[in-house]
């Protein structure tokens, strides 16, 4: 169930991660974790190591199709305090500053992909938000490690502007 978000004003920040194509779906998303997992202490200058960001790029190469996985680049990443020295096969972003409605999930990983369906496809068409046209991304920020599949924490952040 969606409960209604907070709104913020978040100042631009900038992450350093793992990018994949989701064009396998969920588990495309998975190696970037993975990887990132085991290549974590390689970022430089990140902010707080125990903070993720699961970042979702639709301003390139988004294809939606009703019934499937949508496509698009995830980049699994920790906030950094500068884009200098990016380690090999790892992207840099800068995230523009924005106003974002915030949601916070906590449940099984498994199914937080249905939690966004839920964002996009009911919350959204009854709010009185947009998402940002000028922002094609949204991200999510897990606070904690993830230590228990079944019960997570995760902060889902979409820049919008109203209708």
């Given at each position: 169930?969606?409960?209604?978000?907070?709104?913020?004003?978040k100042?631009?920040?900038?992450?350093?991660?793992?990018?994949?194509?989701?064009?396998?779906?969920?588990?495309?998303?998975?190696?970037?974790?993975?990887?990132?997992?085991?290549?974590?202490?390689?970022?430089?200058?990140?902010?707080?190591?125990?903070?993720?960001?699961g970042?979702?790029?639709?301003?390139?190469?988004?294809?939606?199709?009703p019934?499937?996985?949508p496509?698009?680049?995830y980049?699994?990443?920790r906030?950094?305090?500068?884009?200098?020295?990016?380690?090999?096969?790892?992207?840099?972003?800068?995230?523009?500053?924005?106003?974002?409605?915030?949601?916070?999930?906590?449940?099984?990983?498994?199914?937080?992909?249905?939690?966004?369906?839920?964002?996009?496809?009911?919350?959204?068409?009854?709010?009185n938000?947009?998402?940002?046209?000028?922002?094609?991304?949204d991200?999510?920020?897990?606070?904690l490690?993830?230590?228990?599949?079944?019960?997570?924490?995760?902060?889902?952040?979409?820049?919008?502007?109203?209708?």
């Amino acid at each position: 169930m969606i409960t209604e978000p907070i709104f913020a004003t978040k100042p631009s920040f900038r992450i350093i991660g793992i990018e994949r194509y989701t064009e396998n779906g969920i588990s495309s998303i998975r190696e970037a974790w993975d990887e990132l997992g085991a290549r974590t202490n390689q970022i430089p200058n990140a902010v707080t190591p125990e903070i993720s960001i699961g970042f979702e790029d639709y301003s390139r190469d988004l294809v939606m199709k009703p019934g499937e996985f949508p496509k698009y680049y995830y980049l699994a990443s920790r906030e950094v305090t500068d884009l200098t020295n990016i380690p090999s096969e790892m992207k840099g972003r800068e995230v523009p500053e924005a106003h974002y409605a915030i949601f916070t999930y906590r449940g099984a990983l498994n199914v937080l992909a249905d939690f966004f369906a839920q964002i996009y496809g009911e919350w959204m068409p009854k709010s009185n938000c947009k998402m940002d046209p000028k922002l094609s991304f949204d991200f999510e920020r897990y606070p904690l490690p993830i230590t228990d599949p079944s019960n997570i924490l995760v902060e889902i952040h979409i820049p919008i502007v109203a209708k």
